[in-house]
């Protein structure tokens, strides 16, 4: 197995505790005081085969609500977004440093179980990816491996109903998933990803594959799943990430003095001070449209 | 038409190159072409050819054997002093062959194929997936002598209460066709499953599967395909082995058997064994091995169709 070998933790350094709101360059507090964050990002890198792709990332990530990752292409937004839930340990050479808690426990630990870190921390990428089987079975893939108890057509049919997607499909369950729009696709992912009934749910660009009609159902999906679920959800759509999140964080690339190219956190907050009154001129920049 | 209107548009911006050439690129490559044609027609020329070859002395041969008793007979003695020609028992030869080949070559095939394809790390692949197509090219004689030699006398040493009653067995012949096509087998899966798009693979991670699960619920069925032509490449494969069956089967008795420890013929071996210099043409015997030959074609064909049927029928299309 090439997986977790490629992974090491290394304590906080002293004083830069990513729970502190405000204390490390770029940090964040949490949104809602009365909610703990869902993670806990302290110091985070990631490299492949050695060359570092994303450093030195410190910010929390709130529970129940959206939370948005920008910034240009390269920057490591999926990056990070893969150590989330640890997709990147299926990736040989990628390896992962800092602290990364999700509710305390450190993600990359030794005895945590990337597999069961992945059944409560779902994922929606950027292409529509269903299996080659009928949309029933896409759902139930899910709860069949882990395990759900309960009626499977109850389960299929209320991640179906969550992802807005019922309506349209309730008479051809058996049918493959191919028979689908790309739209209707992605919906069936996203079915398939809350079947579970993780926390969190992590969206790669979730609607850069659709026509703005689908973009606007996930979009209204996604504001209705954030009263079960924890989302960050990687954008290039500004104006996506302004309607949907709650909180943004802005990432760019710093080129070192090797002519390296690194992802950075510039700074997240509020989506509204990002958009308005940022405090980084890189940010304002980039939302600008000045981008560099 | 959509020449000149091109050529008008294009004048402007640059002069120097006219759209309507010199014609010497056009010429060479009409050269190309009918080479490529002539290719692909010498192939087809050559597949009709075999065919032709076959179908003559196979109509002499039922004009003498009704097919009925060729098909339906059981005691199989074209030489003998008072011949026979019931097809059966060497039929039954060459299934107790492909059957004992698939038994072991299907499923360390596969084994091997989802190992190397979803276990593997990227070093391993690189060595072991080059050893595998060496191994395909192995010569059969090598495999044929090490059944005879190696094979059977191990499992008679071992499994000594079994019915070994002579030093061939049909069986042992079986299984090292089995090892013979386990690298060819296993090689294309592995393809078929490799092709599956990384999307799949990851979708089925992200939701808390497990390497097997992903194995055996994502990768597997959509690789189904490319899987079963792997399993019908392998058994054309053993069909036609003949070395081997032909070293370590043994010449066989001329009676149906069912015996898995014993010697019996396969169609390939009969053959092999009948067709030597001292054979004329236009007796009996010559006709009987073009019958049992197209017998053989037909058998493939058939098989090479039912899987093309199968493989639509179950194949999960991606995009
Ligand atoms: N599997 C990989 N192997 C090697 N390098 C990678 C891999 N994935 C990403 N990278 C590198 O890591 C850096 C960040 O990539 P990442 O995909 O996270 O960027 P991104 O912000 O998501 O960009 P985009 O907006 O284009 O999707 C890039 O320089 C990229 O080349
Ligand atoms: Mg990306």
Redesign the pocket.
Known sequence: MPDNSGHETTGTAPGTTGTAPGTAPGGVGTASPDEVPVFELGDVS?S??G?P??AGVTMDIGAKEITA?I????????????SLNRMNDL?P??RVRGELLYKGTDLYGASVDAVQVRKRIGMVF?KPNPFPKSIYDNVAFGPRTVGMKGSMDEIVEKALRGAALWEEVSDRLRESAYSLSGGQQQRLCIARAIAVEPDVILM??PCSALDPISTVRVEDLMAELKNHYSIVI?T?NMHQAARVADRTAF?SVQVDDTGR?I?QLIEADETGTIFTKPTDKRTEDYISGRVG | MAHSSMAASTAGASPRRPLAGAGTSRWGEKVIKTFLALCAAFSILVTTGIVISLVVPTVNFFGQIPLVEFLTGTTWAPAFANPSFGVLPIVVGTLIVVVTALAVAIPVGLASAIYLSEYASSRVRKVVKPALEVLEGIPTVAIGLFAFFFMRPLAERYLPFLPWDTPFSIGIAGVAVGLLIVPLVASVSEDAMRSVPAGLREGAYALGASKMRVSMRVIFPAAISGIIAAVVLGTSRAIGETMVVLIAAGAGNPNLTFNWFGSAQTMTAYIGGTATGDISQGTVVYDTIFAVGALLFTMTLTMNIIATRLVRRFREVYE
């Open positions: 990631v492949y085969n060359n792709a994303l990752f910034g240009p292409s390269g920057c490591g937004k999926s990056t990070l977004l893969r990736i050479g990628a950027q790669d660009e990687v290039h990432f190219r992802g």
